[in-house]
T-cell receptor, first 111, second 116 residues
Framework: QKEVEQDPGPLSVPEGAIVSLNCTYSNSAFQYFMWYRQYSRKGPELLMYTYSSGNKEDGRFTAQVDKSSKYISLFIRDSQPSDSATYLCAMSGGSNYKLTFGKGTLLTVNP | GAVVSQHPSWVICKSGTSVKIECRSLDFQATTMFWYRQFPKQSLMLMATSNEGSKATYEQGVEKDKFLINHASLTLSTLTVTSAHPEDSSFYIC????????????FGPGTRLTVT
């Protein structure tokens, strides 16, 4: 079993839709959870950063962490064509600050 | 957020030659930087942790003599791919924590290496 599982998609939605992206993990030591957005041939851009369980909202983006289920989610409201990208979940928990990434989900928002 | 730059953004080299990639933190100091490799349509794979003033820590399966890392200052880490082969062709990305004890990592724009 991989440490972090993420459905690679692809996921295609119409503009304005609510998008739900998810990751599951197996390592109980993970305490820090991040979502990155990566456009083609670019470096990942940090979108959301959460610690432990709970919700965090930033504009159209909401991150949720459920440590009891080892499940994290990213919701995008009112999706825009500019949101089309690969979304990567990442998590960490050790003192070495290493990140473990999911495979990434390719999202396309159609105008 | 913190800004990380990489140079070059794209490089083509011949098989057997060496290539150096630079990673710089532009508006903050980074005692630790991370180097990743990403193959097409795949996720990021951590190669090594670069530590200012000490040796890099390599992940299992990464050849330290092939991928030389030097953390020359608090704002610069370099990755040198030695005796490059076509299978080394990939997208190399570095990252750094915004503050030394933070888990929030900021990534550079990446360097695309093509070995012919």
């Amino acid at each position: 079993q991989k440490e972090v599982e993420q459905d690679p998609g692809p996921l295609s939605v119409p503009e304005g839709a609510i998008v739900s992206l998810n990751c599951t993990y197996s390592n109980s030591a993970f305490q820090y959870f991040m979502w990155y957005r990566q456009y083609s041939r670019k470096g990942p851009e940090l979108l959301m950063y959460t610690y432990s369980s709970g919700n965090k909202e930033d504009g159209r983006f909401t991150a949720q962490v459920d440590k009891s289920s080892k499940y994290i989610s990213l919701f995008i409201r009112d999706s825009q064509p500019s949101d089309s990208a690969t979304y990567l979940c990442a998590m960490s928990g050790g003192s070495n600050y290493k990140l473990t990434f999911g495979k990434g989900t390719l999202l396309t928002v159609n105008p | 957020g913190a800004v990380v730059s990489q140079h070059p953004s794209w490089v083509i080299c011949k098989s057997g030659t060496s290539v150096k990639i630079e990673c710089r933190s532009l508006d903050f100091q980074a005692t630790t930087m991370f180097w990743y490799r990403q193959f097409p349509k795949q996720s990021l794979m951590l190669m090594a942790t670069s530590n200012e003033g000490s040796k890099a820590t390599y992940e299992q399966g990464v050849e330290k003599d092939k991928f030389l890392i030097n953390h020359a200052s608090l704002t610069l880490s370099t990755l040198t791919v030695t005796s490059a082969h076509p299978e080394d062709s990939s997208f190399y990305i570095c990252s750094a924590p915004g503050v030394p004890t933070s888990y929030e990592q900021y990534f550079g724009p990446g360097t695309r290496l093509t070995v012919t």
